[in-house]
């Protein structure tokens, strides 16, 4: 089970940090991706990163912006976004990744999803 949190109402240029905490003592093992969905669009890869934390991968409308972490004591990946946009409204999931895989932008490499959490930016 994946639960996401930290979302909210942020002006342009902002900061929030969204916590994806997950059960289950594999966690360690699990690769782990942002995506999102943005009022009327589908929803979208941001990032993700591999179960050694050795590998980070951002969709290009996020680099340099936004920051994926994890911390495998506390079963919990971060996404730390900074200079927020009004783009970047939208519903925030967090997903795992269990077999390995090193196809982390697609959503159809990940096993299990959370249940999102709206991040809403105004200019």
């Known amino acids: 089970q994946l639960q996401a949190s930290g979302g909210g109402l942020v002006q342009a240029g902002g900061s929030l940090r969204l916590s994806c905490a997950a059960s289950?003592?594999?966690?360690?093992?699990?690769?782990m991706g942002w995506f999102r969905r943005a009022p009327g669009k589908e929803r979208e890869f941001v990032a993700a990163?591999?179960?050694?934390?050795?590998?980070?991968y951002y969709a290009d409308s996020v680099k340099g912006r936004f920051t994926i972490s994890r911390d495998n004591a506390k079963n919990t990946v971060f996404l730390q976004m900074s200079g927020l946009k009004p783009e970047d409204t939208a519903v925030y999931y967090c997903?795992?990744?269990?077999?390995?895989?090193?196809?982390?932008?697609?959503?159809?490499?990940?096993?299990?999803w959370g249940q999102g959490t709206l991040v809403t930016v105004s200019s």
């Open positions: 997903a795992a990744e269990i077999g390995g895989s090193a196809y982390l932008r697609f959503q159809r490499t990940y096993n299990y």
């Open positions: 289950g003592r594999a966690f360690s093992r699990w690769s």
């Open positions: 990163i591999s179960w050694r934390g050795d590998s980070t």
